[in-house]
């Protein structure tokens, strides 16, 4: 059985989001009990770990949209953005999903960029924290999981 790239790429996707969720969730709950403690080095590692981890996957996420028959070739189905609307299947694999998660790393990003500023270390968590809740709550949202339609026959992985 040969595997092309695409399932290769495919694969590490699926399995590279619980690594994302976990890491986000460690993040999430580090600044949640941080309290008035210092922001400090370990701090910093694991909100770069964790945008290091959703960079890699929005690349990866790119390559499959791209290459794959989810995405933009979608767009090709359809002769217009109307009749590609009105299937939410689709519009979810095509814009739905890419549009939430490139949200979802943008708020990282941000939330990571709050500890370069000069504000008290309980206001950096606290800016933290709620960046990254709000990048995982759109995460979330945008994940084909397998007890949803969307997701429906792929699997937890």
């Not at 694969?11 to 922001?39: K, Q």
């Not at 941000?110 to 008290?120: D, L």
């Not at 950096?124 to 990254?132: S, V």
Request: no cysteine.
């Amino acid at each position: 059985m040969e595997l092309s790239l695409y399932e290769v790429m495919r694969h590490i996707h699926s399995v590279g989001r619980w690594i994302v969720l976990l890491l986000l969730l460690f993040a999430i709950f580090n600044s949640l009990i941080a309290g008035r403690r210092p922001f400090i080095k370990s701090d910093n590692r694991l909100g770069l770990l964790l945008t290091i981890f959703a960079d890699i996957m929005l690349l990866i996420g790119i390559y499959l949209y791209f290459v794959g028959p989810f995405g933009y070739k979608t767009f090709q189905k359809y002769s217009n953005v109307g009749d590609l609307m009105r299937n939410s299947s689709d519009r979810f694999y095509a814009i739905e999903h890419m549009v939430g998660m490139l949200i979802a790393i943008v708020l990282m990003h941000i939330g990571k960029a709050q500890a370069r500023k000069p504000m008290s270390d309980k206001a950096k968590h606290r800016r933290t924290m709620i960046f990254y809740l709000l990048a995982l709550l759109i995460i979330l949202v945008s994940i084909p999981w397998p007890f949803r339609e969307i997701g429906a026959g792929r699997g937890w992985y």
